[in-house]
């Protein structure tokens, strides 16, 4: 089982952080991401919205199972390839000074079938850098 777990404060209001890390599209921030956005047929942002990530090398459809604006949303995984099992991830934002701590925690692996811990020990990498470059580009566009 992989667990990471990120945290970063951002120099801007909760409400501020949490749209823009829960819009779909921001998620293209991460270097390797090709596209994001709601998937085809999907409302629009809250819970039982479903995004679609697409990367070089991988593909996520997640599903929104919490959304609590602007305190926390968490996600699940349903679909993907590489495949994992996926325990879901939760984002959640509480004011700190002039800013907005940002704590994120996700929780998966891999099947056997699909490299199992081989595959987790690549991912795991990948998805910690790929986070933060998420959570550096969202500091970017709103401390400015």
């Known amino acids: 089982m992989v667990e990471i777990h990120l945290e970063r404060t951002i120099a801007a209001s909760p409400e501020r952080v949490f749209d823009w890390l829960a819009d779909p599209v921001n998620l293209a921030a991460a270097p ?42 968490s996600y699940l995984i349903v679909r993907s390839l590489p495949p994992l099992d996926h ?26 079938r699909a490299g199992g811990k081989l595959m987790e020990a690549v991912t795991r990498r990948l998805l910690r850098s790929t986070f ?11 401390e400015r």
Do not use: M, Q
């Not at 942002?45 to 926390?72: C, H, K, M, N, Q």
């Open 32 to 73: 390797l991401a090709v596209k994001a956005g709601y998937a085809k047929g999907s409302a629009g942002p809250g819970a039982g919205a479903v995004r679609e990530v697409f990367g070089l090398g991988a593909w996520f459809r997640e599903e929104i199972t919490a959304y609590d604006r602007p305190r926390s949303y």
């Open 87 to 112: 325990e879901g991830g939760t984002l959640t934002f509480t004011p700190s000074g002039d800013g907005t701590h940002v704590d994120w925690l996700t929780n998966y692996s891999h099947p056997a």
């Open 132 to 142: 933060l470059a998420i959570l550096s580009a969202c500091a970017k566009a709103l």
